[in-house]
T-cell receptor, first 113, second 115 residues
Framework: DAGITQSPRYKITETGRQVTLMCHQT?????MFWYRQDLGHGLRLIYY???????DKGEVPDGYVVSRSKTENFPLTLESATRSQTSVYFC????????????FGSGTRLTVV | DQQVKQNSPSLSVQEGRISILNCDYT??????FLWYKKYPAEGPTFLIS?????DKNEDGRFTVFLNKSAKHLSLHIVPSQPGDSAVYFC??????????????FGTGTLLAVQP
């Protein structure tokens, strides 16, 4: 199916574990983004990518790593998960040009215990 | 430092009435503004946008107003319907900054439309 898909939908992990959240889009959008949603904070940008092999930090990048070896994939890795990283994570993508806006995936709910 | 603020965490209105959701921003470089709507367990979906060269943009029941001098925008929904019940996020970007047009989101307002 065309679109943007995130996996897994739900994940429980232990403190200190490494965990990777996957994001895949089928539109060949050049830009991809990772946001986290937390009560009282709204959506905060973690990392973004303008194209394959080009990534940059957002508002809250600490504790996260991203890569983009292919245009369609933008995985987000928590190298050593902490309880403060319990959140809902959204991936988004768009074509160049702000008029297009962003298209979001359905989210991954991550719980760190 | 919250650059985009939605000071009302929730709003309740009667079906058929007007819903007004507000958003304030602090960064004068912002020149493009969007509203997203989010249902539980789903990703946000684009609703309506406005460029800083305009002060109003309308799409069906949804109208966004921009007051640049006050650094304030609002979303009007008329008439409100129960299906409009969702979290609404305001977002802003600085497209002329030369950097990626990354969106900065507000904290969201939960709208409940009562039948």
């Amino acid at each position: 199916d065309a679109g943007i898909t995130q996996s897994p939908r739900y994940k429980i992990t232990e403190t200190g574990r490494q965990v990777t959240l996957m994001c895949h889009q089928t539109w060949s959008h050049s830009y991809m983004f990772w946001y986290r949603q937390d009560l009282g904070h709204g959506l905060r940008l973690i990392y973004y990518s303008a194209a394959a092999d080009i990534t940059d930090k957002g508002e809250v990048p600490d504790g996260y790593v991203v890569s983009r070896s292919k245009t369609e994939n933008f995985p987000l890795t928590l190298e050593s998960a902490t309880r403060s990283q319990t959140s809902v994570y959204f991936c988004a993508s768009r074509f160049a040009g702000v008029d297009y806006g962003y298209t979001f995936g359905s989210g991954t709910r991550l719980t760190v215990v | 430092d919250q650059q985009v603020k939605q000071n009302s965490p929730s709003l309740s209105v009667q079906e058929g009435r007007i819903s007004i959701l507000n958003c304030d921003y602090t960064n004068s470089m912002f020149d493009y503004f969007l509203w997203y709507k989010k249902y539980p367990a789903e990703g946000p979906t684009f609703l309506i946008s406005i460029s800083s060269i305009k002060d109003k943009n309308e799409d069906g029941r949804f109208t966004v107003f921009l007051n640049k001098s006050a650094k304030h925008l609002s979303l009007h929904i008329v008439p409100s319907q129960p299906g409009d019940s969702a979290v609404y996020f305001c977002a802003a970007s600085a497209s002329r900054s030369g950097a990626t047009n990354k969106l900065i989101f507000g904290t969201g307002t939960l709208l409940a439309v009562q039948p």
